[in-house]
């Protein structure tokens, strides 16, 4: 009997959902989403003032359910050229796992909850930072500037930057020079660290016709842009020491992590054009990935350790 009324629901032009739990976790972009909360949580631990511990809780629960939100919307918008990208295929849309109204509901009632919670629980500046982010993800860049111009990662890399200025508004209701240096090491970081992948992956990019910079300019323009841009994401992650807002100890982990980046980059450059393994580009990407986890571990541990300092002076 329940087989026939399944038959009968889909030959009335519905189709009964294959999803799992794991497949709307993957929607959420799990990966992105871990990176995200670090940062948000870094953002939280670095700013002045205490915060209730459940506050904080919700905090960075929202956050990281706003972020997912953006990856299900991402996805939904996506579906099309996901199914020709070898990287993207097996996701859940493309997959026929998951269908795309489905993940367009999911995406739109978690920014709606994720934002408004954290308006209400927490306070309504951090709330309306979320809920730009949301939009600037998943409007300005995956439905406008991905498909329009080769700049989309460097525009577009402002949602990614977010989180920590959004965690700092969290416990101060405010945003300062020292939240906004935050984004701005994520902000620089960003094209580097995607132009790497997409030296790798420009076949995928050239099928489905996004205009990512190897394509467009061509990859020794692509591996000169990478340089020029880790030389600046060097100089600005040593920013909160020289500005004061660190110690020392920071400002010494930050030099090397950041003349790590320029000596990887600098391998990139160094590259022979039409090299098809692309290990120097493989290589950055990953340290890339370590640099931002590593200096943001290395800004929360410094201002636990001045804070802890300063209450055993007193």
Known sequence: MAMADNKQFESAGYRLSEA?????????????MSLVVFTAFV?????????????????IACIAVGAGASGALNMWYDAEIDAVMTRTRSRPIPAGRVQPGEALGFGLVLSALSTMTLGVFVN???????????????VVYTMWLKRLTPQNIVIGGAAGAFPPVIGWAAVTG??????????LIIFLWTPPHFWALALFKSDDYARVGIPMMPNVAGEASTRRQIFAYAVVVAVVGVLPWTLGYTSAGYGVVAVGLGAGFVWY???????QDGDREMKPAKALFAYSLLYLFAIFAAYMADAVFERAFAMGGA
């Not at 799992?20 to 929607?27: E, H, K, N, S, V």
């Not at 951090?126 to 982010?133: D, P, R, V």
């Not at 980059?265 to 590259?271: E, I, N």
Request: net charge positive; aromatic share 14%; hydrophobic share 65%.
């Open 20 to 32: 799992t739990a794991g497949d709307f976790i993957q929607l959420l972009k799990p990966r992105v």
């Open 43 to 59: 953002g939280l631990v670095a700013a002045p003032g205490t915060v209730n511990p459940f506050i904080a809780i919700v905090a």
């Open 124 to 138: 309504w500046l951090s709330a309306a930072l979320l809920a730009f982010t949301i939009f600037f993800y998943a």
């Open 174 to 183: 405010a945003v300062s020079l020292e939240s906004v240096i935050l984004f």
């Open 265 to 271: 980059s600098w391998k990139v450059l160094r590259m």
